[in-house]
T-cell receptor, first 116, second 112 residues
Framework: GAVVSQHPSWVICKSGTSVKIECRSLDFQATTMFWYRQFPKQSLMLMATSNEGSKATYEQGVEKDKFLINHASLTLSTLTVTSAHPEDSSFYIC????????????FGPGTRLTVL | TQLLEQSPQFLSIQEGENLTVYCNSSSVFSSLQWYRQEPGEGPVLLVTVVTGGEVKKLKRLTFQFGDARKDSSLHITAAQPGDTGLYLCAGDFASGTYKYIFGTGTRLKVLA
């Protein structure tokens, strides 16, 4: 199998605080992980591509200083939403790609962030 | 910025009916994937198509990739309530990167 987990599954925080979301590939090594956000009733929007051991590549319009991505190992990537505001409330989903399978990405279950 | 338009946006049908969802772009895809997503969960991959004109079947689901690799369709035969969900196409526009951009989505509801 190819299982990707995310932690936490949901989080509520106050405006101005930072929140870290973890994405782990549980039974495979992931050279690349992707971070998406999804607003209610909408599709997934790619935020950034995270490669192990190197800096993340952000999509146009995504603030890299606000959404800090770290991919320190082949099984873990983290997304930190810094100084979160209510407009950052969203469903954040990661996916991971195996070293051996370039066209298939395995999605995590998502993290629901609510900023008060 | 590449854009994938899906149509229709919403679809509510009776159990047993057939339906087709379309995914269109002005750019050529290297490959295209279809996913289904349930509320509060991550998307689940249904199929990947790579070759222009390719047709793949998954039980009652038939996926077709356009000859020019700019469009795709998903046809569901005899829809069931369990088919209810958000259907998403995702295209890889830049060969070799395998970075998929998601379509606008089609929300399907199948009534019993």
């Amino acid at each position: 199998g190819a299982v990707v987990s995310q932690h936490p599954s949901w989080v509520i925080c106050k405006s101005g605080t930072s929140v870290k979301i973890e994405c782990r590939s549980l039974d495979f090594q992931a050279t690349t992980m992707f971070w998406y956000r999804q607003f209610p009733k909408q599709s997934l929007m790619l935020m950034a591509t995270s490669n192990e051991g190197s800096k993340a590549t952000y999509e146009q319009g995504v603030e890299k200083d606000k959404f800090l991505i770290n991919h320190a190992s082949l099984t873990l990537s983290t997304l930190t939403v810094t100084s979160a505001h209510p407009e950052d409330s969203s469903f954040y989903i990661c996916s991971a790609r195996k070293k051996t399978s370039t066209d298939t990405q395995y999605f995590g279950p998502g993290t629901r962030l609510t900023v008060l | 910025t590449q854009l994938l338009e899906q149509s229709p946006q919403f679809l509510s049908i009776q159990e047993g009916e057939n339906l087709t969802v379309y995914c269109n772009s002005s750019s050529v895809f290297s490959s295209l994937q279809w996913y289904r997503q349930e509320p509060g969960e991550g998307p689940v991959l249904l199929v990947t198509v790579v070759t222009g004109g390719e047709v793949k079947k998954l039980k009652r689901l038939t996926f077709q990739f356009g000859d020019a690799r700019k469009d795709s369709s998903l046809h569901i035969t005899a829809a069931q309530p369990g088919d209810t969900g958000l259907y998403l196409c995702a295209g890889d526009f830049a060969s070799g990167t395998y970075k998929y951009i998601f379509g606008t989505g089609t929300r399907l509801k199948v009534l019993a």
